[in-house]
């Protein structure tokens, strides 16, 4: 039987409901034998999760979502299983983290003309985060009753299209390959064909460049992809020698993304393993 293996999911060190070790349980619960841990532009739940790895039976792949950028298009890059240490990404984490912050404060400087909601409701929402960012504004905008749940909020004042939207800091996606790789990591292109909150989609020239500097596959079963998209992603994937992935890319309470929907395949994990600077953790 194949390992269920959901590699895209966050916690409470950026944008999720949860701690690292809730995390953990809630994989064990979902029937999962391989969880990955990936939040946006930090490690700090790492230790956390990998210490919950022995209490939940589930092995812990290790990694990021990073924030890119390509001629102003959103593109997120999960990188896994890279040296944390490595300095150029670390600093590469900590400028997005400060540019996410200084753009949700903006973003709540312009809501608040029209919405209750002041940047201390979005704090009280972010207490274990290291990055700030939408999501916690979303879950402000709930607590005040302006909408049902995130992704009304998305929908609405939140979304990429909006006059509230400010952008912020992102690497460019062929630069952040190279890092991962140098570093040690792996990189797989998160929901690349996820269209919803923006007009234009990041062409298929950006991910041959993604491939030259060592991108190793795409992330095409994901809810976030209607069949059209998955299966253009896929061809995609297939035209340019790179895997398939798939994940839930699950945040916990306010998005109905759920554990273990999507899932990776074994063949992808091991190539991981063997390209990656880091091992599983195991139970």
Known sequence: MSPRIDPHTHSSCSDGTETPAELMAAAARAGLDVVGLTDHDTTAGWEQA????????????????????????TLHLLAYLFDPDDDALAEAFATARRSRESRSQRMVELLSEDYPITWQDVVEQAVDSRTIGRPHIADALVAAGAFRDRAAAFD????????YYVRYWALDPVEACVLVRAAGGVPIAAHPRAGGRQRRLV????????????LAALEVDHRDHTPAQREQARALAESLGLGV??????????????LGEHLM?????????DEGNLGLVMP
Do not use: Q, W
């Not at 209490?55 to 979502?65: C, K, Q, Y």
């Not at 609405?156 to 006059?163: D, M, V």
């Not at 992935?245 to 759920?258: A, C, F, I, L, V």
């Open 203 to 214: 062409p298929d020239e950006t991910f041959a460049r993604m491939a030259e500097a060592g």
């Open 245 to 258: 992935s798939g994940s839930s890319d699950y945040h916990g309470r306010g998005k109905p993304n759920r």
């Open 265 to 273: 395949g074994a063949a992808l994990l091991e190539r991981i393993l």
């Open 156 to 163: 609405g004042p939140l979304a990429t299209s909006s006059p």
């Open 50 to 73: 990998a210490a919950a790895v022995p209490t939940s039976g589930v092995a812990l792949l290790r990694g990021t979502e990073i924030s890119c950028a390509d001629r102003g298009l």
